[in-house]
């Protein structure tokens, strides 16, 4: 039992080390021209900039449309570094 506890603190250990990684890490996303989306490993946004020249369109619906999916983008890049990072560091695990 005691053994037990210990894997599960030094699990845990890990975990906190992985979550500290990903907060530090920062993904950018420039995949639609005139919109570039920061995120953290985390999943949390930084920042979102979009260029003037696309606001000076003036066409809402295509500029919405793009930033939902570069944030998309972002959050499925950042979610793909978060499993890349678990699997380094905890090999063991399934599912991962």
């Given at each position: 039992m005691f053994d037990q506890m210990k894997k599960l603190m030094?699990?845990?250990k890990q975990a906190d080390l992985i979550k500290k990684e990903l907060d530090?890490?920062?993904v950018d996303v420039c995949d639609i021209k005139g919109i570039k989306?920061?995120?953290?490993g985390s999943q949390s946004f930084k920042a979102i900039e979009i260029d003037e020249v696309l606001l000076k369109t003036g066409d809402k619906n295509k500029i919405e449309r793009d930033i939902l999916l570069s944030i998309n983008a972002a959050i499925n890049k950042s979610q793909n570094l978060a499993t890349q990072k678990m699997k380094s560091l905890m090999p063991g695990i399934p599912g991962l």
């Amino acid at each position: 039992m005691f053994d037990q506890m210990k894997k599960l603190m030094e699990m845990k250990k890990q975990a906190d080390l992985i979550k500290k990684e990903l907060d530090n890490t920062i993904v950018d996303v420039c995949d639609i021209k005139g919109i570039k989306i920061t995120v953290n490993g985390s999943q949390s946004f930084k920042a979102i900039e979009i260029d003037e020249v696309l606001l000076k369109t003036g066409d809402k619906n295509k500029i919405e449309r793009d930033i939902l999916l570069s944030i998309n983008a972002a959050i499925n890049k950042s979610q793909n570094l978060a499993t890349q990072k678990m699997k380094s560091l905890m090999p063991g695990i399934p599912g991962l």
